[in-house]
């Protein structure tokens, strides 16, 4: 059994910064790449953020390109995703997840096989 429980959502002003993390148990975190979602009210869940096993690769989508950073500490098994410059657009549960060995693309929903709870994230203008 796989558990991902992220914390670090909340409510900011724009401009505000957040930083959400992800605790992983049950499985061998540092043997997967990891993956932030997120889904806005009434939307499907989107890509964010994935980061290859040993941190060295990242991939962001281009709305929070510059803006967000994901990290990741295998020591901790805990994944990261900071959040600076927010907007209102940035308003969603926010979600981590785990790569699968699907051979789905890393920006897709199917490419994960292992999902936490989600975190709000609210940007108020």
């Known amino acids: 059994q796989v558990d991902l429980v992220e914390t670090g959502g909340g409510l900011v002003q724009t401009g505000g910064s957040l930083r959400l993390s992800c605790a992983a148990s049950?499985?061998?975190?540092?043997?997967?790449?990891m993956a932030w979602f997120r889904q806005p009210p009434g939307k499907e869940r989107d890509f964010v953020a994935a980061?290859?096993?040993?941190?060295?690769?990242?991939y962001y989508t281009d709305a929070v390109k510059g803006r967000f950073t994901i990290s990741r500490d295998n020591a901790k098994n805990t994944l990261y995703l900071q959040m600076n410059s927010l907007k209102p657009e940035d308003t969603a549960v926010y979600y981590c997840?785990?790569?699968?060995?699907?051979?789905?693309?890393?920006?897709?929903?199917?490419?994960?096989?292992?999902w936490g709870q989600g975190t709000q994230v609210a940007v108020s203008s």
């Open positions: 049950g499985h061998t975190f540092s043997t997967a790449a």
């Open positions: 997840a785990r790569r699968s060995d699907s051979g789905d693309a890393y920006d897709e929903v199917r490419g994960y096989d292992a």
């Open positions: 980061i290859s096993i040993t941190g060295s690769i990242t």
